[in-house]
C-alpha cells in the first residue's frame, strides 16, 4: 500500500501527464491514462462505460473536438500546459520543502 506522500506524487504524475496529454488534443493519448472499462458521468447524472481504448479516446476526442470547434483550442492548451508547469513546481517545492 502507498504511503500519503507516494500517493501525493502519483496523483501529480497523472494530472500533470493528463494535462500534457490534453494540450495535445489527441484523445488517444489521453485515453492511454485510463484503464478499462472506463466509467463516465456525466453533468446530467448518466453513466457511460467504455470497454476498449478506441471508445476511451473516441470519448475524449469528441470533447476535444468540441472545444476545438468553440474556438477555445488554444486557450485550453495554454491553461492545461500552465496547469501542468504548476503541478510539477508544486511537486519540487514539497520535496525541497521535506
Do not use: W
Not at 4 to 19: H, L
Not at 24 to 37: K, N
Amino acid at each position: 500500500m502507498l504511503n500519503e506522500s507516494e500517493m501525493t506524487s502519483d496523483i501529480q504524475r497523472f494530472f500533470e501527464a493528463f494535462c500534457t496529454a490534453f494540450a495535445e488534443f489527441d484523445g488517444a493519448l489521453i485515453a492511454q491514462r485510463y484503464a478499462t472499462p472506463y466509467t463516465s458521468l456525466n453533468a446530467e447524472g448518466a453513466l457511460q462505460v467504455f470497454g476498449t481504448q478506441e471508445k476511451i479516446a473516441q470519448y475524449f476526442q469528441g470533447f476535444l473536438n468540441k472545444y476545438h470547434e468553440q474556438g477555445f483550442a488554444s486557450t485550453l492548451q495554454l491553461i492545461m500546459l500552465k496547469l501542468s508547469s504548476s503541478i510539477n513546481r508544486a511537486r519540487v517545492n514539497r520535496h525541497e520543502q521535506a
